[in-house]
């Protein structure tokens, strides 16, 4: 069953050459699919409204920093929970750090968060990690 998935991002000039597509492991393919989850806000996919986390909807919230947490790690258990059926036993943690950034014109806030999944691969029984830092939220200081 390994290498039964297509790679990211999806290379269509080779599909409409005629030539295969590159596939990847399922470990590949999973930490691809939690990725994709993560970053997709929601209605953003045309086909289902729900697919994605409520980390864009919230991005410039003015919430306690243990609520903000909570929300988006409550969203992406739903969303793993629904969407990615390889997995099972998830645990998410979130992490939220904020940076000062310098330069000549302005200074900015930038937060970083931090997305933890531990789970089990469903069909073979391994654990699996998905660990990801993305930047969200430029604010600006004069």
């Known amino acids: 069953m390994e290498d039964q998935n297509y790679s990211l991002p999806l290379s269509l000039d080779r599909i ?3 030539q295969p597509h ?3 492991p399922d470990r590949e393919a999973i930490h ?3 990725y994709l989850l993560m970053v997709t806000h929601f209605d953003e996919n ?3 409204s729900r697919y994605g986390c409520a980390l864009w909807d919230h991005d410039f919230s003015v919430l306690s920093q243990i609520k903000w947490k909570d929300l988006i790690r409550e969203s992406l ?3 793993v ?3 990615e ?3 099972t036993n998830i645990k998410i943690r979130v992490e939220m750090e904020e940076f000062e950034v310098l330069t000549k014109t302005n200074n900015y806030v930038r937060k970083r968060v931090g997305i933890e999944i531990k789970a089990t691969i469903r069909r073979t029984n391994e654990p699996f990690i998905f660990f990801e830092r993305i ?4 604010l600006s200081i004069e």
Request: glycine letters at 4%; one cysteine or more; charged letters at 30%.
């Open 22 to 24: 590159p596939k990847c």
């Open 81 to 83: 929970n629904t969407y």
């Open 16 to 18: 409409v050459a005629g």
């Open 46 to 48: 045309r086909f289902d």
């Open 85 to 87: 059926r390889r997995l």
């Open 135 to 138: 930047f969200i939220s430029p």
């Open 32 to 34: 691809q699919h939690l």
């Open 77 to 79: 258990e739903e969303a």
